[in-house]
């Protein structure tokens, strides 16, 4: 699983913080081993092989992107 999306506010009026969630869900059946996550832009503040997967802005990146991979 991978995303990659804007930091940018609706309307071109800046950008959201540092900070700022984004949250993904995380099927247990696609990883019943649990998964590993690389971060641009973020980092996780989910639990360690949430069904939630929780990432926290970090910085003021233009751009984020998460990847999702079974362990």
Do not use: C, E
Request: no cysteine; hydrophobic share 35%; aromatic share 8%.
């Amino acid at each position: 699983m991978h995303f990659i999306w804007s930091t940018m506010r609706a309307g071109r009026s800046g950008r959201f913080g540092q900070g700022s969630l984004s949250t993904f869900a995380v099927a247990s059946i696609n990883y019943p081993k649990g998964y590993t996550v690389t971060i641009s832009g973020g980092r996780v503040v989910s639990a360690p092989n949430s069904s939630t997967l929780v990432v926290s802005q970090s910085g003021d990146p233009a751009t984020a992107s998460v990847t999702v991979a079974p362990r």
